[in-house]
């Protein structure tokens, strides 16, 4: 049972404009919020995160929102770079917990 | 801190060989996970670990999978009898236990092919 689902599979970007990445989850228990981002052969790489008592977090050209109401969040990448083009992965924990991870989305930034 | 070491990188077998993951965790993390990368599940977690004890091995796929964490440096993820459905990429990720809300550090991964 995917408790936290990301529902497209891949999205393409023009280079400069914003990419959107979309997340869901459906246990409310959920605090914490994450976003990695994993290139080819690499590990994924912690990005940005932001707690359940907030719904936004900004850092950089980065910017994760927090829907709590519609259990909705997602990523804001702007300006959107060559470099950002990458696997990204949401995730969410509680009090501590194991994280449950998204099936990611795989974004191309196009020069 | 070189990061979260996993061995080997690649790692071709035969189907019915047993094979083994290695996993060298950030010194001084608690917690240490065990996923597995599929398409159709993403980033699937099989088991993990506080303090060395197994909490939650729930997500290991079936009897063939066993983990163990003999110490706070290092951990195995073994199949034995493997089959080609294993194939995969296997991480080990490790985080802090003084903050509960810490993001999770990754290895860079084993990829696994079983023939």
């Known amino acids: 049972d995917q408790q936290v689902k990301q529902n497209s599979p891949s999205l393409s970007v023009q280079e400069g404009r914003i990419s959107i990445l979309n997340c869901d989850y459906t246990?409310?228990?959920?605090?914490?919020f994450l976003w990695y981002k994993k290139y080819p052969a690499e590990g994924p790489t912690f990005l940005i995160s932001?707690?359940?008592?907030?719904d936004k977090n900004e850092d950089g050209r980065f910017t994760v929102f927090l829907n709590k109401s519609a259990k909705h969040l997602s990523l804001h990448i702007v300006p959107s770079q060559p470099g950002d083009s990458a696997v990204y992965f949401c995730a969410a924990l509680y009090t501590g917990n194991q994280f449950y991870f998204g099936t990611g989305t795989s974004l191309t930034v196009i020069p | 801190d070189a990061g979260v070491i996993q061995s080997p990188r690649h790692e071709v077998t035969e189907m019915g060989q047993e094979v083994t993951l290695r996993c060298k965790p950030i010194s001084g993390h608690d917690y240490l996970f065990w996923y597995r990368q599929t398409m159709m599940r993403g980033l699937e977690l099989l088991i993990y670990?506080?303090?060395?004890?197994?909490?939650?091995d729930s997500g290991m796929p079936e009897d063939r999978f066993s983990a163990k964490m003999p110490n706070a440096s290092f951990s195995t993820l073994k199949i034995q009898p493997s089959e080609p459905r294993d194939s995969a990429v296997y991480f080990c990720?490790?985080?802090?236990?003084?903050?509960?809300?810490?993001?999770?550090?990754f290895g860079q991964g084993t990829r696994l092919t079983v023939v």
């Open positions: 932001i707690s359940s008592i907030k």
């Open positions: 990720a490790s985080r802090p236990g003084t903050d509960m809300n810490t993001e999770a550090f």
């Open positions: 246990n409310s228990m959920f605090d914490y």
């Open positions: 670990f506080n303090n060395n004890v197994p909490i939650d």
